[in-house]
């Protein structure tokens, strides 16, 4: 039977996600209840917490954290591309020497690691540089070498170097090998072809852990308290000490920790939408999800 | 006439397996090849072998009269270095299977980035031939589309347009529509036929007799890495005179 030619194309009617509302809501007057009672609650003490937000020490915290995470993250990262490369290579002492690095900087606690290489001195009283042949260049006393400030670099970055690798060596390994082929028979030298071809594309599988590796050594950097580096959380330690506002100042050094989170994940947001390029799915956030099961959907999608 | 791919006694080995056993093979300038070969029997090692994606253990292989891979001293050869080996590339067209086109690249992207990056030319220039290209490949409208939205056969004649943008000396095709969709298939052979008939010299390895007994100039047979019969289509696919070419033809005919 041949349908009346005159009828209006059929109307479709989207599904109405009811359930999707109730657990919203639920969230939400979960979310607004707790708040509610952080607020009211006097044991909070928000203004010891408003008198030491921006109190100078605080300040200076703040910066030695961002500063030591900016250092170990960009640093680690360019160590674990050459260990990652290292370990896809077909060089088996660099094969080698990648793996071992990774397993010992994993298998050794920070904890540890931070104060190996503060207390370096005990091990190596002198730190010298010669080749032989030409004798000593250069040396000096280990102690005047490292500072609490230089091991926890050194620390940080030889740790964040071996997880980082690992992160990269998926990302380069989740690449097509066609790619690299194809990059190479252009002309393109493997150099090129990996900087242009392959690292672009493993950024989309590197940066989401990435992202959560960079958050993560943003808290991993409060060890640094142990040999009195003064960092954020170091910072409201010693007023607390002094005080006994404890809650307060945690209270505190939370909040600046929440501000630096919230801006690191808006970065990492735009910089996974900038390498998304040509990807078949962008990343969509969950509120557009959430959105989407009432309001009217906008139209195709790139 | 002089040849412009010259394998000359290629043996290549994958541990024990014997991929490539003694293979020489003339190419004449403007010509078309075709390899034919049942699956395994070393057709893909060894046109990546003529672009030095892979590496030979024994012969010699020249493209426009020069040794790819390796410098001669002697009676030795010695593998050149990475970087000289890619400007060899740069002369030697490569279409894949897969396209394998750059995914996070625009298709015009796509078509630029070698001659930017190897050639060293303006983007303008880059960009006045890619347009020529498309066109020519009939998808001058697609220049600003991703590769994944494109349909296979699209995506393969974006392929060629790419490899065509480096304007080598010679193209070589590794089934190039094998993993398209058959009313997809004619599309891209129409585009190898025209670069055919403007006198490209092309090494292709196809399932398309068709195409084969059309185009090419020269038709070899392999079998288990080595050419056990080559000559014009008529005689290799009318009188086959091997009989694992007569089975083969049978298979795929
Ligand atoms: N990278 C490699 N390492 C080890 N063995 C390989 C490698 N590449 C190919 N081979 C082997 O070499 C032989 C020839 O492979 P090749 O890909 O050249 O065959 P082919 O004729 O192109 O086959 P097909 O029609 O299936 O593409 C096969 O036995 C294959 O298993
Ligand atoms: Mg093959």
Redesign the pocket.
């Known amino acids: 039977m041949v349908p009346e030619p005159a009828a209006a194309p059929l109307k479709v009617v989207r599904k109405r996600h009811y359930g999707r509302w109730c657990s919203a809501l639920v969230a939400l007057a979960v979310v607004a209840l707790m708040i509610d009672s952080m607020v009211r609650n006097p044991n909070f003490e928000w203004e010891v917490v408003a008198r030491n937000l921006t109190s100078d020490s605080i300040l200076a915290g703040v910066g030695m954290t961002i500063e030591l995470t900016f250092i170990s993250v960009v640093f680690g990262f360019a160590g674990g591309i050459v260990l990652a490369l290292m370990r896809l290579s077909a060089n088996p002492v660099l094969v080698a020497v990648s793996w071992t690095y990774t397993w010992l900087f994993r298998a050794v606690p920070m904890l540890v690691q931070l104060f190996l290489w503060y207390n370096i001195a005990a091990l190596y009283p002198r730190l010298a540089l010669s080749i032989p042949g030409l004798g000593e260049l250069w040396s000096a006393p280990t102690n005047s070498v490292i500072s609490p400030f230089s091991a926890a670099v050194i620390a940080l970055v030889m740790h964040q170097a071996a997880y980082a690798a690992e992160i990269v060596r998926a990302g380069i390994l989740g690449v097509n090998a066609g790619q690299h082929d194809a990059a190479q028979a252009l002309g393109l030298t493997p150099f090129q072809g990996f900087r242009r071809v392959v690292l672009p594309q493993a950024m989309r599988t590197i940066l989401p852990p990435a992202g959560n590796e960079v958050i993560g050594q943003l808290k991993t950097t409060a060890v640094v308290s142990v040999i009195a580096l003064q960092d954020l959380l170091y910072s409201a330690q010693i007023i607390y000490q002094r005080t006994y506002e404890v809650i307060p100042l945690l209270m505190v050094a939370t909040i600046w920790y929440m501000a630096m989170t919230t801006l690191l994940s808006i970065g990492q947001f735009m910089i996974e939408r900038h390498y998304g390029r040509g990807a078949a799915q962008q990343s969509a956030m969950s509120w557009q999800w959430l959105a989407r099961g009432a309001l009217p959907r906008s139209g195709a999608r790139r | 006439m002089s040849a412009a791919i010259e394998i000359s006694r290629v043996s290549k080995s994958?541990?024990f397996?014997r991929?490539l056993d003694d293979v020489s093979l003339a190419i004449p300038e403007g010509s078309v090849c075709v390899v034919l070969?049942?699956?395994?029997?070393?057709?893909?090692?060894?046109l990546?072998c003529v672009n030095h994606l892979?590496s030979v253990d024994a012969g010699t292989i020249e493209v426009g009269g020069e040794l790819i891979g390796y410098r001669r001293d002697g009676d030795r050869l010695h593998e050149l270095s990475a970087r000289a080996v890619a400007r060899q590339r740069a002369r030697i067209g490569m279409v894949f299977?897969h396209f394998n086109l750059f995914l996070h690249r625009t298709v015009i992207e796509n078509l630029i980035e070698a001659p930017l990056l190897v050639r060293r030319e303006s983007k303008a220039v880059a960009i006045a031939r890619a347009q020529r290209l498309l066109a020519q490949v009939g998808l001058a409208d697609r220049a600003a589309a991703w590769p994944r939205e494109l349909s296979g056969g699209q995506q393969q004649r974006i392929a060629i347009a790419r490899a065509l943008a480096m304007e080598p000396e010679v193209m070589l095709f590794?089934?190039p529509t094998s993993a398209l969709d058959p009313e997809l298939v004619g599309d891209v052979l129409q585009v190898m036929k025209s670069l055919a008939r403007s006198g490209m010299t092309m090494m292709v390895?196809t399932h398309e007799i068709g195409f084969a007994r059309e185009v090419a100039d020269q038709i070899v047979f392999?079998d288990q890495?080595r050419i056990i019969e080559s000559g014009p289509p008529s005689q290799v696919l009318d009188a086959p005179r091997h009989e694992r070419t007569s089975a083969f033809l049978s298979t795929v005919l």
């Open positions: 994958f541990g397996t991929v070969g049942p699956s395994g029997s070393g057709k893909s090692t060894l990546r892979e299977q590794d089934e390895v392999m890495g």
